[in-house]
């Protein structure tokens, strides 16, 4: 049976009295790779924010394997991980002593600490980078380093905002693989957020198009059709 990971249900953020988000529902099934678009401003953040338990809805409620993050807060949260706007790392340090460092909130001992983070470096190629500080990393190292990182609790749900950007052909292609490797070998479900519809194109199961805070289209991805021309029609509906 499909079960789904994540679910939205009527979920509106208004501040101010101007509605950020507004009644948006979709749901994302087990071992998907959801993408969500939309233009600058649409609202993908608020959403992502929401669903990370930075903020909370105004209206509705979001579900993590069936927990409500609003309701039920730290248990939902237990089965995400995510990187919202971009990694936070200390640069002085190395990428191992980073992931150790955070490795330590999840309540493990030292050497459950030390086989869990060679687990999630040897998942994000990072291995022979890894006793390196942080401030020599590329932009790529940076962003699978902060992959790694949210790997750590062993999360069901990954969220990814905007992860491929400022990356270059290379580093962007390193992510894409390195993302549906953790779909195909590790199961985890992903929604991520991009502006790069041909990245989107390559990696998603389904897909998520919001525009000034409401949802214009959600469902499966038809590989066939050119996602562009499909993202532009919905931008001008
Ligand atoms: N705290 C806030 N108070 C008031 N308005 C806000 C706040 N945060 C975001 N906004 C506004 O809400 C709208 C949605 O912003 P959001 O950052 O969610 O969009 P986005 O789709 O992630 O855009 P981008 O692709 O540019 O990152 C924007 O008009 C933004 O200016």
Redesign the pocket.
């Known amino acids: 049976m499909k079960t789904n990971v994540l679910e939205c249900k009527d979920v509106s953020k208004r501040?101010?009295g101007?509605y950020?988000?507004k009644d948006v529902s979709f749901q994302v099934e087990r071992g998907a790779i959801c993408g969500l678009l939309?233009?600058?401003?649409?609202?993908?953040?608020?959403?992502?924010?929401m669903l990370t338990g930075l903020i909370r809805p105004t209206e509705g409620d979001l579900w993590i394997q069936q927990q409500s993050v609003v309701k039920n807060r730290e248990q939902a949260l237990k089965n995400v991980g995510a990187i919202v706007e971009s990694p936070i790392f200390f640069s002085y340090m190395t990428g191992r002593d980073n992931l150790k460092n955070l490795a330590r909130l999840h309540g493990l001992s030292k050497r459950e600490i030390h086989e869990k983070v060679l687990e999630v470096l040897a998942i994000v190629g990072l291995e022979g980078r890894a006793d390196e500080k942080v401030r020599t990393y590329s932009l790529g190292m940076k962003q699978r380093l902060g992959i790694a990182q949210s790997l750590l609790g062993d999360p069901e749900l990954l969220i990814l905002?905007?992860p491929a950007n400022g990356l270059d052909p290379m580093g962007m292609r390193e992510l894409r693989e390195l993302i549906l490797t953790l779909k195909d070998q590790y199961g985890k479900t992903i929604l991520i957020?991009s502006?790069l519809l041909d990245e989107i194109q390559k990696m998603c199961d389904q897909i998520v198009i919001?525009r000034e805070?409401q949802m214009v289209w959600q469902g499966e991805l038809d590989h066939e059709q050119d996602l562009e021309t499909f993202f532009m029609e919905r931008m001008s509906q």
């Open positions: 501040i101010r101007r950020l988000v939309g233009p600058n401003g649409a609202g993908k953040t608020t959403l992502i924010r905002d905007e957020s502006h919001i805070g």
